[in-house]
């Protein structure tokens, strides 16, 4: 059974940091591109960064590039991603996903359940 589990939302100030991290299991790491997704109020999920962790190749949306690192640890089949100089409009909802095909891509394979992120003015 394929589980992507996400961690380490919560609050935080504006210009302050935090660092998500997607826990997976049930699927072979090397085999997929894997990817953070979010869905602000009232808007589309949309994906922010992806990574390849057999390449390490990664991607990046311009609204997150130079402030969001998206990373994996192999040895522990978990993502990360490091947001710092968070804005107020970075607030939403973040979901981990993963892909055999296009990250990020209309169909991902599989998701997390989510974890908010709050940042205060």
């Known amino acids: 059974e394929v589980q992507l589990v996400e961690s380490g939302g919560g609050l935080a100030q504006a210009g302050g940091s935090l660092t998500l991290s997607c826990a997976t299991s049930g699927f072979s790491f090397d085999d997929y591109a894997i990817g953070w997704f979010r869905q602000a109020p009232g808007k589309e999920r949309v994906g922010i960064s992806c990574i390849v962790p057999e390449e390490d190749s990664t991607y990046y949306a311009d609204s997150v590039k130079g402030r969001f690192t998206i990373s994996s640890d192999r040895a522990k089949n978990t993502v990360y991603l490091q947001m710092n100089n968070l804005k107020p409009e970075d607030t939403a909802v973040y979901y981990c996903?993963?892909?055999?095909?296009?990250?990020?891509?209309?169909?991902?394979?599989?998701w997390g359940k989510g974890i908010l992120v709050t940042v205060s003015s």
């Open positions: 996903a993963i892909s055999d095909k296009a990250c990020p891509g209309p169909t991902m394979d599989y």
